[in-house]
């Protein structure tokens, strides 16, 4: 799933379907930028040219990508880009952070507002 960062400009009344082109990640902090994906119509009109982010690699990709490039990924955050349920995201995150890629944002792993940190920082 393509996401935009803060800055890009685009047309937030573009629909496709009906439905908007681009919409809000949600899980995003308040203090952070806007981060934007690919509606869900836009994503099933362009199905093959990001079927790839359905598989396991593209979805680790994804994952260590936003929290490289934002500092920090939820379970929120990971669910809403990936389509996938709060507790599957919260057990791909698990599996990263057992591989060494990602680090808990603080010791207690639970409750509102966890997430998790990169341990190899954007290059």
């Not at 994503?43 to 680790?60: F, I, N, S, Y």
């Not at 709060?86 to 207690?108: F, H, I, K, Q, W």
Request: glycine share 14%.
């Amino acid at each position: 799933m393509q996401v935009i960062g803060c800055g890009e400009s685009f047309d937030a009344e573009a629909r496709v379907g009906g439905e908007h082109v681009i919409t809000p990640v949600k899980g995003t902090p308040a203090a952070q930028p806007t981060a934007h994906r690919l509606g869900s119509a836009a994503r099933a009109k362009l199905a093959d040219r990001v079927e790839r982010l359905d598989t396991p690699d593209g979805r680790t990709g994804l994952i260590l990508g936003w929290a490289r490039s934002r500092g920090r990924v939820s379970t929120t955050e990971v669910a809403d880009m990936t389509g996938l349920s709060v507790p599957y995201a919260g057990s791909l995150l698990t599996a990263l952070e057992d591989e060494g890629l990602l680090s808990p944002g603080r010791e207690n792993k639970i409750g509102r507002g966890f997430f998790y940190v990169p341990t190899v920082p954007d290059a």
